[in-house]
């Protein structure tokens, strides 16, 4: 079963505001074994409106419009919605009579054109909605022959997610077959989007009832994968399947399983073997520390660091020589091992991990070029030191360079 | 002139992820006077893309396409932007070359898949993307006989904004007739939407020509103010008494006449009187330096600073007696004091910054609940402590204390 959810309002066509709803409502239809295909947004101009109901009734079975049922001018949610099914709005009359007594209850005299929010689609089903005047309306209807669900539902989130789990929601579940969504979600680490899908298409197409997405951003391949069967087992049992598959061609760039994140399997590793990490970072300024102190309950395995922008912070707390600096530079391999086995030390962690390079858009030589960043992990046993070349601008480059260093500590790990 | 913008790809039709880029787009679409009259998310299924694209170039005149350049097989733009054209894809050879430099340049062999990015819509010209392996393609075409603009930008908003300024938006210039905006954004921390939409309303309201929007997010309130006139000069002079009358209002919250983030005017503050700057960050763990070394050219008044997110570390790092934690606990404003003096000292930074609290979930009690936060900021002359009590889960804590400790260090340098 296929949807489109329409968002009515000309405000989220401004750079300003974006439509949220449609977040929420996809995860409930998703629930229930509906796939949202399609987004619409559009403004408040009747014409465009009725058309995009138009199109969305031609290739979805379910449409789920928000917004464009206030009182004003430019709400014409209801108005389009006729048009398009070339249905007519009557008054109804328990919806005056409600409006009337909200409006009393808040003791302010109820405004003529409120009554606006009284307008009903001829065969709708009107939804009273507790946390506002405009009422839901639900229509099981036919469009060129087909059989099409329309729902109309109030805009702003905090009036459209509970009119629609307290009255769409029980709808939708008498109507639909009972269909079990199950879903995992795998995530691996500095792996290219394309080396990853050369690797694990020929897996994902042989399950061509399991719905597979990569995503890639920031050094990371997010894999999701999600069954709708008529039972949970059975859809479970595939997409368990799937994951299993993938998960073993995915090797060592594999960090999780279930949609963990790297600083949480970081975090969740170094608590297993009762080990803590200390980091010194220069170019990435504090985005390593960021991310693993995002996760509540960090402080069990992370102790901190430093901050070694200057040259003097890299030798007063990161412990690398100032002669080492001179020599080498300050983005060098010699300065990254320093950095970690430094701030281990300094710290005593078990781990030392430190970050120095290049984060442009300038400081770099043809030597050393923006981009180019030295990293080490130290432990008791060993210090490693690793050398990337990242590209593009400035927060790409420490996006990167932060994701890559969080992958050298859980390769440690595991 | 009216436009599309398609976002395309199926993880935006899942409850995770939102098209970001279509806000930039349109606020660069809006000043060539270019209106964003729809957008449409839609998944990687080729029939449902070119049926949207179809859609979109029956009902406007410039249809910007987003995401599925990418080199899998799910990557379906150039594919149906052809069969909605009824046009042909030829492999580029330039491209081709293009691919195996930049594979060269990362020091990793060439996928054979990549080759994909290399295919063009015949009579599409090539957009070289500075910062991804996909192209740009740009298209003055026709569509049942009106000439339309179609234009296959890459997804990764990194990507896709930067092609946009560089390649697509002077093309655009040149085909659109001149237009005169004037814009102005105004910022100011740490008062409430509520708070200053009462201020402002009444100043904002007796200028209906300039287009005034209120933007409120983490301890931020961004006032942009925009007017069309046929002159320059015209516009700019109604934003700008506008924006004077507006500055004068917000008093010492206003911290940007011009748009500049905090953490710019905070750095550029200190370099002003040769100053530098220090932090120590317990519970915003690096935040606050995450976003001061964001900025280009930081190094020159940032030095550094210690994540104090151990005791030990806040003792060793940050200088704080042990016997002080150990008497006030880590979350009170002797700490925090003690914090700031202490990394002011051990770098030789002018000013110290010290933040240490409760980010929450866990951790707190009575006395000190989940969103009590203590800030200090030292100079040579004198040390100052604040308290906030922050509201919401543990991301938004530590959003709002980090903006309040820049602000801290802005107010200082006034």
């Not at 409120?114 to 689609?121: G, M």
């Not at 430093?306 to 001179?326: H, M, Q």
């Not at 990242?390 to 969080?406: C, I, S």
Request: glycine content about 8%.
């Amino acid at each position: 079963m296929r949807s489109e959810i329409i968002a009515v309002g000309s405000e989220m066509l401004t750079p300003w505001r974006q439509d949220t709803n449609s977040l929420a409502l996809t995860e409930k239809l998703n629930d229930l074994g509906v796939i949202v295909a399609f987004k619409t947004i559009v403004g408040d101009r009747r014409t465009d409106l009725a058309d995009a109901i138009r199109i969305a009734l031609g290739r979805v079975d379910i449409v789920l419009l928000t917004g464009g049922l206030g009182p004003t001018e430019d709400d014409l949610t209801r108005e389009a919605v006729a048009d398009a099914l070339g249905l007519e709005l009557r008054r109804d009359h328990a919806q005056v009579t409600a409006l009337y007594t909200r409006a009393a209850s808040m003791r302010i005299s109820m405004p003529e054109n409120n009554l606006k929010q009284a307008d009903v689609i001829d065969t709708a089903v009107v939804l009273p909605n507790p946390n506002g005047s405009a009422p839901g309306q639900w229509l099981d209807t036919a469009f060129n022959g087909y059989r099409k669900l329309v729902m109309l539902l109030p805009g702003p989130p905090g009036e459209c997610i509970p009119l629609f789990d307290i009255a769409y929601l029980p709808r939708l579940k008498e109507l639909l077959p009972p269909r079990h969504i199950a879903k995992r979600t795998l995530r691996a680490a500095m792996i290219l989007e394309s080396q990853a899908d050369k690797i694990l298409a020929p897996i994902y197409m042989t399950y061509p009832d399991v719905e597979t997405t990569i995503l890639a951003s920031g050094g990371e391949i997010q894999l999701t994968l999600i069954a709708a069967k008529p039972a949970q087992d059975a859809a479970q049992k595939r997409v368990d399947e799937l994951a299993g598959r993938l998960e073993v061609a995915l090797q060592d760039w594999l960090f999780a399983s279930d949609g963990e994140s790297l600083e949480e399997i970081v975090l969740l590793n170094l608590a297993l073997r009762q080990m803590t990490l200390a980091v010194a970072e220069s170019c990435t300024g504090g985005k390593i520390s960021e991310r693993l102190t995002s996760i509540s309950g960090s402080s069990r395995s992370f102790v901190g660091g430093a901050i070694a922008y200057s040259n003097n912070l890299k030798t007063d707390f990161a412990g690398v020589p100032a002669e080492v600096i001179a020599r080498y530079g300050a983005v060098s391999v010699e300065v990254a091992a320093a950095m970690a086995e430094g701030i281990r030390k300094r710290t005593g962690a078990s781990i030392g991990l430190s970050v120095t390079g290049i984060a442009g858009p300038t400081g770099g030589t043809d030597a050393k070029p923006v981009g180019l960043v030295y990293f080490s992990v130290a432990d008791a046993q060993k210090t490693e030191t690793f050398e990337r070349n990242f590209r593009g601008p400035r927060e790409r480059v420490r996006t990167w360079a932060a994701q890559q260093a969080l992958d050298l500590v859980r390769r440690r790990l595991m």
